[in-house]
């Protein structure tokens, strides 16, 4: 009994000394100290790997529509010498961020399409390759048509800033003659746009009506492959493009739940109801996608660009309802974080998720 007594007395002046102590500048201080060590020491969870792979990274899993714990769409391709983003959707910097991804090593960002789901955090991929990195030029932007507006608008509609940022921490922190964008417009008639002999990636056209043209990439590194659709409905294009592919990310609206949505919302938010309508006829469903998936031949099909961005268990059954039908095996439908890796000289391609 006298024992309890003791240890009760014990609980209670740790708990009184916690939170005195908590008050104190000194552990306060040392407290502050340990969590900016802590985060400085953090490994880059892309840099851990060893010997030679290629990697895809979902740091943004879903479409326009808001899902939470989910970014737009942003697909992080690496190799061991190369980094590339596939579009920089809304929050998709802060994911990387958040997996300690070093944005310095950041090869070029390519746009599959200039709507605004996949284009909104450019801004914040430039600041995040400049200040304090290793980027040597201007921050490559490979897209079609059109990049130029874009790129051209950012740098006008953040002048200011990269202008502050140099003039208060210095051109050896903030270089200014790197800031800014090196914008590639995509000729289809010159598809490939990068081969240094190892990786080489080619640009090809999807179906994704109005919006034209449209992207989408294939990586080929060393025998292993990972296509990204970019926006389409089901495309022939594409799967021509994917043939034999270890991998495929493939893009998603649930023709279930959106058709569901549309017509619930018809009466309550009739605009909202077409919005509805209309996306339905320029992305795949799931079964399309997987549809394609096996025209194609592709090993892996992994589903991105959730629409709607599914938050449940149940929901996530939804979504995919009778993909199993039409693809047994071999799929995933994405979160944030579902990391493929691809090593070279292996028919392996393993799926995880990078936190
Ligand atoms: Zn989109
Ligand atoms: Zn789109």
């Known amino acids: 009994m006298k024992k309890i007594y003791y240890l009760l007395i014990a609980a209670i002046l740790i708990l009184i000394v916690t939170f005195f102590g908590f008050r104190t500048s000194v552990v306060q201080n040392y407290l502050i100290d340990f969590d900016f060590e802590r985060q400085w020491n953090n490994q880059d969870k892309l840099v851990t790997f060893e010997g030679d792979y290629i990697i895809g990274l979902v740091c943004g899993s879903r479409g326009p529509l808001p899902g939470k714990g989910r ?13 590339f983003i596939v ?3 809304d929050g998709s910097r802060q994911n990387l961020m958040n997996w300690q991804v ?16 996949h284009i909104s955090d450019l801004a914040d991929y430039h ?20 990049t130029q507006r874009v790129t051209e608008g950012i740098t006008r509609a953040y002048e200011l800033d990269t202008e502050w940022r140099t003039l208060h921490h210095g051109e050896d922190v903030a270089p200014s003659d790197i800031a800014g964008f090196d914008t590639k417009i995509i000729d289809l008639n010159s598809p ?19 919006v034209d043209p449209s992207l989408g990439y294939r990586f080929d590194y060393k025998g292993r492959s990972i296509v990204i659709s970019g926006d389409t409905d089901y495309s022939k294009n594409l799967i021509e493009q994917s043939k034999n592919a270890d991998l495929l990310f493939h893009d998603a609206l649930s023709y279930n739940m ?7 919302s018809l009466d309550i938010e009739p605009q909202l109801s077409r919005i509805f309508y209309d996306i339905q006829d320029y992305h795949a469903s799931p079964i399309e996608a997987a549809q394609a998936a096996n025209e194609a031949n592709v090993k892996e099909l992994i589903f991105y660009h959730l629409i709607p961005a599914p938050q449940t268990f149940l929901a996530k059954i939804i979504f995919v309802r009778g993909v199993n039908e039409v693809r047994p095996d071999n799929w995933t439908l994405a979160d944030d974080g579902t990391m ?4 070279v000289n292996s028919e ?7 936190e």
């Open 71 to 83: 970014a737009e769409p942003c697909i992080m391709i690496k190799t061991p010498d190369h980094m």
């Open 102 to 117: 070093d944005l310095g090593n950041l090869d070029a960002v390519l746009f599959t399409h200039l709507h605004s789901d």
């Open 87 to 89: 579009d920089t959707g």
């Open 340 to 343: 493929a890796i691809l090593p």
């Open 127 to 146: 600041l995040y390759s400049w200040v304090t990195q290793n980027r040597d030029g201007k921050l490559p932007v490979y897209g079609p048509q059109g």
């Open 258 to 264: 959106i058709g569901r949505a549309e017509e619930i």
């Open 192 to 210: 490939v746009i990068f081969d240094d002999g190892s990786l080489k990636i080619t640009a090809f056209e999807v179906d994704h009506f109005p």
């Open 348 to 354: 392996d391609i393993t799926i995880t998720n990078i």
